[in-house]
T-cell receptor, first 112, second 113 residues
Framework: GEDVEQSLFLSVREGDSSVINCTYTDSSSTYLYWYKQEPGAGLQLLTY?????DMKQDQRLTVLLNKKDKHLSLRIADTQTGDSAIYFC????????????FGGGTRLMVKP | KAGVTQTPRYLIKTRGQQVTLSCSPISGHRSVSWYQQTPGQGLQFLFE???????NKGNFPGRFSGRQFSNSRSEMNVSTLELGDSALYLCASSPGQGPHEQYFGPGTRLTVT
């Protein structure tokens, strides 16, 4: 099946930038998403990018998509302790309705 | 606009029992998808409903079933519960038929003893 991979863990200092990376295998991916999950909570949609875009910026968040390398990244500027959470990337494709394939999640720890 | 709601939030069941979970999507959204989240397997797609029809199904046994009503509310049922069914069950709603942004509910935490 299609695969989405993420590194497990990232630790940064408060105020620094965080970059969370994701690779995917499905060349027919239409949308790529970033979700945030805090302990005991559901998934919060942070941002998404259509596959024909290279970049999307939304306040402190910047998404970069390299379609050739099937690589997606999420940059969080001025990372705060409240950004500590698990971040999931996910993809969906035209031939699979709204089915999302998720990566395993990256745990971001922000140290004061 | 109210978000996706799921009931109940927590459930404890015994092996062999069955359980029904409910999801109310965001108003106007016609697609509801269900996911199972476990520490070992991560987030796995169960099924998706659009206009009362199941459009996609993940790789789960037939003990897992679902349905969608005319008001887009959805239920999922798990029969003959096993210990391994203990998980956070998440539902997501989306406006339409193709890939779109999807919004998740808070989940139902099911514990099977």
């Amino acid at each position: 099946g299609e695969d989405v991979e993420q590194s497990l863990f990232l630790s940064v200092r408060e105020g620094d930038s965080s970059v969370i990376n994701c690779t995917y295998t499905d060349s027919s991916s239409t949308y790529l998403y970033w979700y945030k999950q805090e302990p005991g909570a559901g998934l919060q949609l942070l941002t998404y990018i259509f596959s024909n875009m290279d970049m999307k910026q939304d306040q402190r968040l910047t998404v970069l998509l390299n379609k050739k390398d099937k690589h997606l990244s999420l940059r969080i500027a001025d990372t705060q302790t409240g950004d500590s959470a698990i971040y999931f990337c996910a993809e969906s494709s035209d031939n699979a309705g709204n089915m999302l394939t998720f990566g395993g999640g990256t745990r971001l720890m922000v140290k004061p | 606009k109210a978000g996706v709601t799921q009931t109940p939030r927590y459930l404890i069941k015994t092996r062999g029992q069955q359980v029904t979970l409910s999801c109310s999507p965001i108003s106007g959204h016609r697609s509801v998808s269900w996911y199972q989240q476990t520490p070992g397997q991560g987030l796995q797609f169960l099924f998706e409903y659009f206009s009362e029809t199941q459009r996609n199904k993940g790789n789960f046994p037939g003990r897992f079933s679902g349905r969608q009503f005319s008001n887009s509310r959805s239920e999922m049922n798990v029969s003959t519960l096993e210990l391994g069914d203990s998980a956070l069950y998440l539902c997501a709603s989306s406006p339409g038929q193709g890939p779109h942004e999807q919004y998740f509910g808070p989940g139902t935490r099911l514990t099977v003893t």
